[in-house]
């Protein structure tokens, strides 16, 4: 998503550094912090997985990252941190060298990528592989855990889901409750709702694959999807490699294929309502409004019964997310005040009272899954929800990170 250069002055560099790289432009990453020994450095993992390789620097290199904006020349960059400007070219030859920087090579490897997706014809199995590499097993554990699980047994027709997408091993009991009301659902296609938390797409995001699990593939709706994305144009399906970033999705599909059979499925990236888009053109990206509309144009029309599931947790608190104190037992009432309250507001299914308390609130606990929730409740507009579970999960002893999450029914006559 390149930046329009037309205004900017004339780069600086010698004319044999390539134009990508006389104003670098930084592809999102995810920096992790990393050490041996002594020696500390931060890896820039990239979230897509198109990197050769991952890519490790020094702390104070991170500095420099958020000039390499597409606007930035070497100089300037150089200038601002006090570097030479041939340290800088060093930095951003071997940043476009892994894929990392948007120009040639990650155009490449993106292509490379889809075309590898296309050809298997489901996303790549990740997050959601960690439940077990056997079949066999995995299937005894997800009925094992269901069956220790009690019915909610929702008393309204159930059309729409939220799940977690934390580990399978951590929230089960809310996987697993879920599922036992998707059960009733008798539903012949699933629209799965996932968060586009780390791609690059502004508004909704199409895939035209599948997803798999340790179970197996539950297949692409082709007929539906291709509706789809006739309707809402090819904007919808451009930035498709986003779904590489989003695990929400992969991690019902052992679920599902335990609970509805091998049931064909529509994927679908929301954005965060709280994030501005990058583009300023809206004939450029599909708003999660017009999604809505067609997703319920194109669903009626295609006849039988669709189960929308949402994905996602709720609240992230604690150091590791940017707090100042450990998560204590004050810390875990206040969060559940606030969890719960907001869940009453999502009860409602009034996507405008929705969409004043995110505005009003503003996400203080960090919820993830609120883009994908909303348009849950904007497809289905239920007159029924039912909160089916909700847990708080301390991530360590130390109190460094919480998460919450949530499982609830919508549907209605």
Known sequence: MAHDQSNLPVPGPSEDIPEHLQRPHLRRIMPQHVSQGDRKGVALQDPLGLAQRTMVVAPGVMKALPHLNGEW??????????????????????????????????????????????????LPMRQGGLIGDDSTSVRALIEGWMDETEDPEIE?????????RLDHHVVWPIYAAVYHAARTSGADRIVLLGNNHYGIGDGVVLTRVGVQSPLG???????????????????????????????????????????????PVIGALLPDPLQPPVDDDESARITPERFNEVAREVLDAAGGRTLVIATGDLSHVGPRFGEPRPVDEDRQIDVERHDREFIGTMMTGDLES????????????????????????????????????????????????????????????
């Open 73 to 122: 020349t070497l100089k300037q960059i150089a200038d601002h941190g006090g570097a030479k400007e041939t340290e800088v070219l060093q930095l951003v030859r071997s940043l476009d060298e892994v894929g990392l920087l948007w120009g040639p090579t990650c155009s490449t490897l993106e292509q490379q990528r889809r075309a590898a997706i296309h050809a298997e014809g489901v």
């Open 354 to 413: 929705i969409d004043d308390a995110i505005k009003w609130h503003q996400n203080p606990t960090r919820w993830s899954c609120l883009g994908a929730a909303r348009a849950m409740v904007g497809i289905v507009q239920p007159s029924d929800m039912e909160l089916i579970d909700y847990r708080q999960q301390i991530i360590d002893e130390q109190g460094t990170a919480m998460i919450t999450a949530a499982g609830i029914a919508a549907g209605g006559a």
């Open 156 to 164: 309204f027709p159930v059309r729409g889901l939220l799940s977690p």
């Open 217 to 263: 593939r539950l297949e692409a709706d082709t007929p539906v999807i291709e509706a789809l994305v006739d309707q809402l144009g090819e904007c919808s399906i451009v930035d498709e490699l986003d779904h590489l970033a989003d695990h929400g999705i992969e991690m019902q599909a052992p679920w599902i294929t335990v609970a509805l059979g091998e049931i």
